[in-house]
């Protein structure tokens, strides 16, 4: 059963989501807790850099249209860091901009899966679930 896998598979796992919209980061939050996964949100890269220095999560939801500094930059300093500190972290954009030349654009930074929204729950829950067993 499909649900039951994705339960068991994120039951415990530490996600970090990285939005500066409200809205996105408890959408995502609340979906990826149904479950099971422990969720931490951040709203600039500043608080998810800060995120990472405490402890590194074991997957990465981030927003590319950020005000500041974008979701590209983001995940350009997250692939810098040592290994150990999260540099290696499963990632997903989570974006408005859905064309092929930006999801090869997410790719190219360093993300590993870019989804556009609005996302359906249980695509985002599948989506960390492939990424923590590749």
Not at 32 to 52: C, D, H, I, P, R
Not at 65 to 91: K, N
Request: net charge negative.
């Amino acid at each position: 059963d499909g649900l039951r896998t994705v339960m068991q598979s994120l039951a415990g796992v530490r996600v970090l989501v990285v939005d500066d919209e409200e809205d996105g980061r408890q959408l995502a939050k609340m979906t990826l807790k149904q479950y099971g996964a422990e969720v931490e949100t951040a709203e600039s890269v500043e608080q998810a850099m800060s995120a990472f220095a405490a402890a590194p999560p074991a997957a990465l939801i981030a927003d590319i249209g950020m005000p500041d500094e974008d979701g590209y930059s983001f995940i350009e300093r997250v692939r810098r860091l040592p290994p150990e500190r999260g540099g290696h972290v499963p990632a997903i954009a989570l974006t408005a901009y859905a064309r092929r030349e930006d999801r090869e654009q997410a790719l190219a930074a360093g993300f590993d899966v870019h989804l556009a929204k609005p996302v359906e729950p249980a695509e985002l829950a599948w989506a960390v679930v492939s990424l923590l067993r590749k």
